[in-house]
């Protein structure tokens, strides 16, 4: 949906950089989500956010990855010293509040390609 | 956790035909959509559906809770349909939702 708004589209890094993907919410919407999409599978929960504060962080891999949605500006997803295996495609999605008996709408996703 | 799955996995179709995809899940949920994601890898909201049956244009969707499946319908198919469907839940005690691996239909001309 073009109202879940994501940058960069396409990110390249070498093995060992850092990548920093950054979402804004539809105009409104203070829950946060990140999904990852490794090729050929469906999407994974990663992290669920509200402003300054992460909810649920199940699904975020113990090392390397953090995110945070600060008071003011985009939500961050940040992944230190990337390997081949991040990458995938990173889709962050919104909603009013919270998932359940609530619509949340996706972005177009971030494309991280680690060489 | 709940167990999502998509049949079938891969649909081909000509262009005009209509289509059923299927979605089971294994527990009660509180919120089910279905999306698609395009050859340019946009996902696309279709429905929220977590009971009942709605209808836009040429797509329809039915999930009948009792019996933890849903369907969507694809009526007069055309190419500009192909791509990745994913149907995805909630249950209520998670804040997340849960994807399927997807079906994956062509559309020829």
């Known amino acids: 949906n073009a109202g879940v708004m994501q940058n960069p589209r396409h990110l390249v890094r070498r093995r060992g950089q850092e990548a920093r993907l950054r979402c804004s919410p539809m105009?409104?919407?203070?829950?946060v989500y990140w999904y990852r999409q490794l090729p050929e599978e469906g999407l994974k929960f990663m992290v669920y956010?509200?402003?300054?504060?992460?909810?649920?962080e199940s699904g975020m891999p113990k090392e390397r990855f953090s995110a945070e949605f600060p008071k003011e500006g985009p939500s961050i997803l940040r992944i230190q010293q990337v390997v081949r295996g991040d990458s995938a495609a990173y889709f962050c999605a919104s909603s009013g509040q919270g998932i359940s008996g609530n619509t949340i709408y996706f972005g177009e996703g971030s494309w991280l390609t680690v060489v | 956790g709940i167990q999502v799955e998509q049949s079938p996995p891969d649909l081909i179709l000509q262009e005009g035909a209509n289509s059923t995809l299927r979605c089971n899940f294994s527990d009660s949920v509180n919120n089910l959509q279905w999306f698609h994601q395009n050859p340019w890898g946009q996902l696309i909201n279709l429905f929220y559906?977590?009971?009942g049956t709605k209808q836009n244009g040429r797509l329809s969707a039915t999930t009948v809770a009792t019996e933890r499946y849903s369907l969507l319908y694809i009526s007069s198919s055309q190419t500009t349909d192909s791509g990745v469907y994913f149907c995805a839940v909630d249950t209520g005690a998670n804040s997340k939702l849960t994807f399927g691996k997807g079906i994956t239909l062509s559309v020829r001309p």
């Open positions: 559906i977590p009971s």
């Open positions: 105009k409104g919407h203070s829950h």
């Open positions: 956010l509200q402003k300054e504060n992460i909810i649920d």
